[in-house]
């Protein structure tokens, strides 16, 4: 299993730029890296995939670097409504679908 | 185009007695995976099923709980004898492809489960 460790929490200001790092030292050869947000109440939304390198979307970049231990979500300006918890996924248990989560990165947005 | 659908969205049970948990994956999704959640603690795994087909359930306690997705129908969470320890939020999710590579779940609103 692709086991990951991330900050349980952090904080920000409205408009600064914010990179959360997630360590996946285990992650297999052929899993992506998925990483999805939580508001409070609702189900986990995807945000981001990547296997390597940079990738970019409408909410935000991944990077991951050559050796795919880590990688590193960078949400842009971020506002108020950013505020959630983000969950770094490196995969699952081969075929079985046993995708863990861990307890994601709590990211509090200030005025 | 519906995304994952689970029902109800709050349930309140007395302790001994049972919940059925139901979640309608999107269209054309024929992987369903259900996911706990304690307050203030992250999603822990259960169940992966496939249609008619129990794929992992390393997550799910062997007792009270059961899992099914049937071939016509939504999948069903099923806990029988509630007890105060399993009241929290269960998530579904779906997915188009099969587990690993570039798997995207795509998760309910979830079903929050109260038991007095």
């Known amino acids: 299993l692709a086991k990951t460790t991330q900050p349980i929490s952090m904080d920000s200001y409205e408009g600064q730029e914010v990179n959360i790092t997630c360590s996946h030292n285990?992650?297999?050869?052929?899993?992506?890296i998925t990483w999805y947000q939580q508001f409070p109440s609702q189900g986990p939304r995807f945000i981001i995939q990547g296997y390597k390198t940079k990738v970019t979307n409408e909410v935000a970049s991944l990077f991951i670097p050559a050796d795919r231990k880590s990688s590193t979500l960078s949400l842009p300006r971020v506002s108020l409504s950013d505020t959630a918890v983000y969950y770094c996924?490196?995969?699952?248990?081969?075929?079985?679908?046993?995708?863990?989560f861990g307890q994601g990165t709590t990211l509090q947005v200030k005025p | 185009n519906a995304g994952v659908m689970q029902n109800p969205r709050h349930l309140v049970r007395r302790r001994g007695q049972e919940a059925r948990l139901r979640c309608s994956p999107m269209k054309g999704h024929s992987h369903v995976y259900w996911y706990r959640q304690l307050p203030e603690e992250g999603l822990k795994f259960m169940v992966y099923l496939q249609k008619e087909n129990i794929i992992d359930e390393s997550g799910m306690p062997k007792e009270r709980f059961s899992a099914e997705f049937p071939k016509e129908g939504p999948s069903i969470l099923r806990i029988q004898q509630v007890v105060r320890g399993d009241s929290a939020a269960y998530f579904c999710?779906?997915?188009?492809?099969?587990?690993?590579?570039?798997?995207?779940?795509?998760f309910g609103a979830g079903s929050r489960l109260t038991v007095l």
């Open positions: 996924l490196g995969g699952g248990s081969g075929n079985t679908g046993k995708l863990i």
């Open positions: 999710a779906s997915s188009l492809k099969a587990p690993g590579g570039a798997n995207v779940l795509t």
């Open positions: 285990n992650i297999a050869t052929n899993d992506y």
